[in-house]
């Protein structure tokens, strides 16, 4: 089964939050990944549980390219 993506935005933080599992809970540990991301991974594997991108919205007046530095793995196992 292919992982899936929730997208959802909190305009009054401006963090839009990128959930690939589960909403963020107390255990989860945080990393920074550099231009304003935030890394949500369970703390027993290490894996990604989602991202927060902060001050979302200013991002979608630059005229850069939008990019989250993070790479995914969309080989799976049959």
């Known amino acids: 089964m292919a992982a899936k993506l929730a997208f959802q935005y909190d305009r009054e933080a401006d963090i839009l939050h990128i959930i690939t599992s589960r909403p963020p809970y107390p255990e989860q540990e945080t990393e920074e990944l550099g231009d304003d991301v935030i890394a949500r991974l369970n703390p027993e594997t ?3 549980e989602s991202l927060e991108v902060l001050f979302f919205s200013t991002r979608l007046l630059r005229t850069d390219l939008f990019e989250l ?6 080989h799976r196992a049959d």
């Not at 530095?69 to 969309?74: F, G, K, S, Y």
């Open 46 to 48: 290490g894996d990604v």
């Open 69 to 74: 530095p993070v790479t995914a793995d969309l």
